[in-house]
């Protein structure tokens, strides 16, 4: 595989400490058959530190399918600004051809069984199913093997097998297996599964209102009926509040995301019972309550003689030179002209300006 993209098997790595981490990293890495792009790809290729003490101590892995879709990898100067120990790691991935068009050896379809997952109060039911004549025979090879003065490589490699093949066949029986299709990914090919990811990750937000939590947003079923069971909702003293969903799904194309509204909840800058009717422009950032219009921040003076209500947005004691309106948002035209009364005499615009 990393012969095939040009890829270094050996890493370029300044920090030449290994501790028990490390090795438990390394050993994950082999088990997964995950790769480390630290010190071998991209402009990283000669190994660089990640961190101010000179250690290498943040590390991009990929599995070796997805390893085809990055273009570049570095690790940029440290910066205060993004931290105070580590600096910024830079991934770049190849474009994915929205035609979908396969441009690029398609990687093999490979189908396997998944053990279930492992269930403490079943620990004696997966001892109860190990083969008991297996691990006599085991026993035995391994018997021979102690009288030997030299044993090879491939004796030991079997029995290793043998005693893992014996563990494994015992999960399978307790634990029982799933199809799992491994449709290997390919940087130019997109798949397509119609699948709604809100059920695999977990979300959170910024405070919560009572009981409503986060996880209310994605939990089934959808409604836009406000209660505290159904609806995720902030501190109403917020001012800037962020709601988050994290996928735990591996690798996904996100095709399209749907928010649903609380009902009797407009969206942004809009109000009134079919959220129609468009927010004030001089409420500040044109943000108002859904149910009567008033401003939630309160208004913007910008055009006002002195002042505005903070609700209604009205300015209170009239509008600028060359503004008028209850909001002072229209611009007077008559500022630029001269007014005569009958039957003689003029005077400059001025006088007309007071007027809203």
């Not at 189908?111 to 006599?136: A, H, L, M, T």
Request: hydrophobic fraction near 30%; include cysteine.
């Amino acid at each position: 595989m990393l012969d095939d993209l040009n890829i270094p098997r050996t890493r370029n790595n300044p920090d030449k400490v290994v501790n028990c981490y490390g090795r438990k990293f390394l050993e994950f890495c082999k088990n997964n058959k995950v790769f480390i792009l630290n010190g071998r790809v991209g402009q990283d290729v000669i190994g660089r530190p990640t961190s101010r003490s000179n250690s290498v101590i943040d590390y991009i892995i990929c599995t070796s399918h997805f390893l085809r879709c990055v273009s570049n990898f570095e690790i940029l100067e440290f910066s205060k600004l993004f931290s105070d120990v580590h600096s910024p790691l830079k991934l770049s991935f190849n474009r994915v051809n929205p035609t979908f068009e396969l441009l690029t050896t398609e990687l093999s379809y490979q189908e396997e069984n998944k053990i279930g997952k492992w269930k403490f109060e079943q620990v004696n039911d997966f001892k109860n199913n190990i083969d008991e004549d297996k691990i006599r025979n085991v026993i035995d090879e391994l018997s021979v093997y102690s009288n030997k003065e030299n044993v090879t490589k491939y004796e030991i490699n079997t029995a290793v097998t043998n005693i893992t093949d014996i563990l494994i066949d015992s999960a399978k029986a307790t634990f029982g297996t799933q199809t799992f299709n491994r449709n290997m990914l390919n940087c130019n090919k997109s798949i397509i599964n119609n699948e709604n990811l809100a059920r695999f990750g977990s979300a959170s937000q910024s405070s919560q209102y009572g009981s409503a939590g986060p996880q209310n947003a994605v939990n089934l079923p959808i409604s836009n009926e406000w209660g505290y069971t159904k609806c995720t909702h902030t501190s109403p003293n917020e001012t800037q509040a962020w709601w988050m969903f994290n996928i735990s799904y591996g690798i996904v194309f996100i095709a399209d995301i749907t928010i649903y509204y609380r009902k009797h909840c407009c969206q942004k800058t809009f109000w009134g019972p079919n959220c129609t009717k468009s927010c004030k422009e001089t409420c500040i950032d044109q943000h108002c309550y859904p149910g009567n219009g008033l401003c939630v921040w309160g208004c913007n003076t910008k055009h006002c003689l002195n002042r505005c209500d903070k609700n209604t947005a009205i300015c209170t004691y009239g509008c600028k030179e060359k503004r008028a309106g209850l909001y002072c948002n229209k611009y007077n035209i008559a500022t630029d002209a001269l007014v005569s009364q009958n039957p003689t005499g003029t005077k400059t615009s001025k006088f007309c300006n007071r007027w809203r």
